[in-house]
C-alpha cells in the first residue's frame, strides 16, 4: 500500500467524523432536528458516527484478510487499529447520546 493510497484511507475515516464531531458541537445553528421540544441531532450523529467508524473499520480489516502482499496487510491492520480506537472513543465520549 502507497503512502497516497493510506493518506486516502485516513481522510475517509477523518472527513466524516470531524464533521459528525463538528454537528454536535455547533448548537446555536438552526432549528433542532425532530422538532417540538426535543433535539435529536446529537443521538442521530453520535450513531452515525458509529456507524461509519464501524464500516470504515471493517472495510479496513476486509483489506488486511484479502491483501496478497504482508506490507500492506500489515498496514492494513493498523488502519483497523485506528478504526477501533476511534471507535472506542466514540463510546466513551458519546455514550450519553446513544440511548
Do not use: H
Request: charged share 10%; proline share 3%.
Amino acid at each position: 500500500m502507497t503512502s497516497k493510497a493510506l493518506l486516502i484511507w485516513l481522510l475517509v475515516l477523518a472527513i466524516p467524523v470531524f464533521t459528525l464531531i463538528a454537528a454536535q458541537v455547533d448548537k446555536t445553528s438552526g432549528p433542532s432536528i425532530g422538532g417540538g421540544g426535543y433535539d435529536l441531532g446529537p443521538f442521530l450523529y453520535s450513531w452515525l458516527l458509529v456507524i461509519v467508524t464501524v464500516l470504515w473499520s471493517l472495510c479496513a480489516l476486509a483489506a488486511a484478510l484479502f491483501s496478497r502482499e504482508g506490507r500492506s496487510s500489515r498496514q492494513a491492520l493498523t488502519l483497523t487499529t485506528i478504526g477501533i480506537i476511534t471507535l472506542a472513543a466514540v463510546l466513551i465520549f458519546y455514550r450519553e447520546n446513544l440511548s
